[in-house]
C-alpha cells in the first residue's frame, strides 16, 4: 500500500506531459484523460485514506534514499482526508468546466491550456498534503504557483493580467519568506524532514524555535488569507473564470491552512504564538464578514466570507485542543466542498443572466427553481443551519473555546456566533436579491457576450477602432477565431457592451442565446444561455450532494476527524511511519 503514496502527484503530473505532447488535438481524448486521471487520483486517494485509517500512516522514500536525504511523502489520516477531499472537487470542477466550454474550446490556443495547467494544479496540491519535509512542501506550493497564474490569467485580459500580477507578486513574496525559513531551519536542526525536525526542534533554543514559528505561521497565513494578510484575495479571485475562482476558492487557501495545522501540531507542540493567532482568528472573522455586508457583486460577497471563514480553521489551530484540532479539520473538509459549489452557483447565475451584480439581478427562485435550490442548500450550509456539517464544524469549535476558557477563547467563541448569524444576513440578502423579489427593470438579455479576450480598460479603443462605441476593426464572421483589435466598452461585472450582441464581432445583429462569437476566452466566446449546459448543472448538483454527505455522515466524519486530532497531537505514529520504531 505504501507504493501507492506517491501516484497522487505523479499520475497527475505524466498525463501532463502527453496531454502537451497532443497538444490542441483530439478534444474528445483530451476531455476523456483528464477525467480518467482525476477520477483515478478519487480513487487513490479513497485508498490512502481508509488504509491509513486501519493500519496508521503510510510513508515512502523515493530512491529508497532515508531523511534528510531522501524525498518522503507521508499519508495519515489528515493527508488522506484531505486529498480525498480535494479529488473530488477538482473533479467536479473539471466536469463544469467541460461544460462551460472552457476546456473543451480552446482548439484556438496554441495548446490546450487548460487541461494540463489544471492537472499540475492537481499534482501541488497533492504534493503539498503528502510532503515529508519542508522543502517538498515548498515545491507543492511553486507548483501550485505556477499553475494558478495560468488560469488565473487565462484569456488574457487587462483584468486578470493586473490581477493575476498582483496574485503572483505576494506569492513570491510569501515563496522568499518560506525559503529564507527553510534555510533557517536547516542551520539550526541540520535537517527539513518533518519528522526529523519534530524531535530536534525540542532542543532548540527557544527564542530562535519561537522566531521559526513565525516565520512560518507568516509564510502559510499569506496563503491561507487570514487577516491581515488577506488584501490580495477579493480583487485576484473574482477576475478569473468560475470554475477556476471555484476551484481556488475551495483548495489553494485551505493548503495554507492544512500547512499550519500540520507544522503547529507536529514541529511547534504547546506553540507560544497561540495568541496571537487567537487575535488573527478573530479578526478574520469578524473583519471578513462585515466586508462581505458592505459588498453588492455575489463573487466578491463569496469572496469576503472565505476570508471570514478562514477564521473558525486558525480558532481551531490556535486553540490547539483534541476538540478544537478534530473541530477545525471537520471545517476544513466542509468549507473546501460549500465554498466551491457557492462559486460553481455563481459562475451558473451569471452563464444565465449576465452578471452577478446583485442590484440587477432578481426572480431567479422563480424563473430557475433548480438553480435557487442549488443555492439555497450551500448557502445554509455555510451559514451553520442545523443539522447540516457548517453546523457541525462551528459546534465543535465553539464546545473546544468553551472547554479552554480564558478571555481570548471565549472573544473567539462570541466571534464566532456574530460571525455565523452575520453569514446567515449575508446569505438571506444575496437569496432576497437574486432569487426573491422580481428581476428588475433593464435586466440583462439572452446572448451577451461574458467572456472577452479583448481588453476591456476604458480608453483602450482610441486607435485602431473605427467603429463608434467599441468593437473590433473589420468584421469577422460570427463565428470564426479572428485577433481582436480594439476594445469593448467597459462591462463591470462581466458584461459586454451592448446587450444580445457580439461583442468585437463588428455586427450589429442580435446573438441568439447559446451562440458562440468571436473573441473570447482561448478562441471562442461564453454567452448568456436560459438553458445551462447540463455538465455545469450536474457537477454544481454533484458537489452540493457531497455537501450533505458530510450530514448524513456527520457521525463517521467526526469520529475519524477525532481519531486524526489524537494522532496528529501524539505525533508519534508519524514519526514512527516515518523514521521506524
Not at 470542477?93 to 473543451?104: N, P
Not at 481588453?455 to 467603429?467: H, L, S, Y
Amino acid at each position: 500500500m505504501n507504493a501507492l503514496v506517491p501516484l497522487p502527484v505523479l499520475l497527475p503530473l505524466c498525463v501532463t506531459g502527453l496531454k502537451l505532447a497532443i497538444g490542441p488535438r483530439l478534444h474528445r481524448l483530451q476531455r476523456f484523460i483528464s477525467i480518467a486521471v482525476l477520477g483515478a487520483v478519487l480513487v487513490l486517494s479513497v485508498l490512502l485514506m481508509v488504509a491509513a485509517d486501519r493500519h496508521g500512516p503510510l510513508s515512502v522514500h523515493l530512491g529508497d534514499f532515508a531523511p534528510p536525504v531522501g524525498i518522503t511523502l507521508v499519508a495519515d489520516r489528515l493527508a488522506g482526508l484531505m486529498l480525498t477531499v480535494s479529488s473530488a472537487v477538482t473533479l467536479l470542477v473539471l466536469v463544469y468546466s467541460l461544460g462551460q466550454g472552457m476546456a473543451d474550446r480552446d482548439d484556438q490556443a496554441p495548446v490546450g491550456v487548460f487541461h494540463p495547467a489544471y492537472l499540475i494544479l492537481v499534482a501541488g496540491v497533492s504534493c503539498t498534503f503528502l510532503a515529508g519535509d519542508l522543502v517538498n512542501l515548498y515545491v507543492g506550493f511553486e507548483i501550485m504557483l505556477v499553475a494558478s497564474f495560468v488560469l488565473l490569467t487565462i484569456g488574457g485580459t487587462a483584468t486578470r493580467i493586473r490581477a493575476g500580477s498582483t496574485y503572483v507578486i505576494i506569492s513570491l513574496f510569501s515563496s522568499v519568506l518560506f525559503l529564507v525559513a527553510i534555510a533557517m531551519t536547516y542551520a539550526v536542526a541540520g535537517t527539513v524532514n518533518l519528522a526529523q525536525l519534530a524531535q530536534r526542534l525540542q532542543e532548540v533554543p527557544l527564542g530562535v524555535r519561537t522566531l521559526l514559528e513565525a516565520m512560518l505561521l507568516t509564510v502559510f497565513a499569506i496563503k491561507a488569507a487570514v487577516f491581515p494578510l488577506a488584501a490580495w484575495l477579493p480583487d485576484s479571485y473574482p477576475t478569473a473564470p468560475a470554475p477556476v475562482t471555484a476551484v481556488f476558492a475551495g483548495l489553494l487557501t485551505k493548503v495554507g491552512v492544512y500547512s499550519m495545522l500540520r507544522t503547529q501540531t507536529l514541529l511547534f507542540p504547546g506553540h507560544r504564538l497561540g495568541d496571537l493567532l487567537m487575535l488573527a482568528a478573530l479578526a478574520s472573522m469578524v473583519v471578513g464578514i462585515l466586508g462581505a455586508v458592505a459588498q453588492t457583486d455575489l463573487k466578491r460577497v463569496l469572496s469576503f466570507t472565505l476570508i471570514s471563514h478562514i477564521g473558525y480553521m486558525v480558532f481551531g489551530i490556535a486553540l490547539a485542543g483534541h476538540g478544537s484540532i478534530s473541530g477545525a479539520i471537520v471545517y476544513v473538509a466542509h468549507h473546501i466542498t460549500v465554498q466551491t459549489t457557492l462559486f460553481l452557483v455563481a459562475g451558473l447565475i451569471e452563464r444565465r443572466d449576465g452578471t452577478t451584480e446583485l442590484t440587477r439581478l432578481g426572480g431567479l427562485a422563480r424563473a430557475a427553481p433548480l438553480l435557487a435550490v442549488l443555492f439555497f442548500v450551500p448557502a445554509m450550509n455555510l451559514a451553520g443551519i442545523p443539522p447540516l456539517s457548517g453546523f457541525i464544524g462551528k459546534l465543535g469549535l465553539m464546545r473546544a473555546g468553551i472547554d479552554a476558557g480564558g478571555a481570548w477563547a471565549w472573544a473567539l467563541v462570541a466571534g464566532s456566533a456574530a460571525t455565523s448569524l452575520l453569514t446567515l444576513y449575508v446569505m438571506a440578502k444575496v437569496w432576497n436579491l437574486a432569487f426573491w423579489r422580481d428581476a428588475p427593470p433593464g435586466a440583462e438579455e439572452e446572448g451577451v457576450v461574458l467572456e472577452s479576450a479583448e481588453d476591456d480598460e476604458p480608453g483602450d479603443d482610441e486607435e485602431g477602432n473605427d467603429e463608434e462605441g467599441g468593437g473590433a476593426t473589420g468584421s469577422p464572421e460570427p463565428t470564426g477565431s479572428p485577433e481582436p483589435t480594439g476594445s469593448p466598452e467597459p462591462t463591470g461585472s462581466g458584461r459586454a457592451a451592448g446587450s444580445g450582441k457580439a461583442a468585437g464581432s463588428g455586427s450589429d445583429l442580435p446573438v441568439p442565446a447559446g451562440a458562440v462569437v468571436a473573441a473570447g476566452f482561448l478562441g471562442q466566446s461564453i454567452t448568456t444561455t436560459k438553458r445551462l449546459p447540463w455538465p455545469m448543472l450536474a457537477a454544481t448538483g454533484a458537489a452540493v450532494a457531497l455537501g450533505l454527505s458530510y450530514t448524513v455522515l456527520g457521525g463517521p466524519l467526526t469520529t475519524f476527524t477525532q481519531a486524526a486530532a489524537t494522532e496528529l497531537l501524539a505525533r508519534t505514529p508519524y514519526i514512527e511511519a516515518v523514521l521506524g520504531r
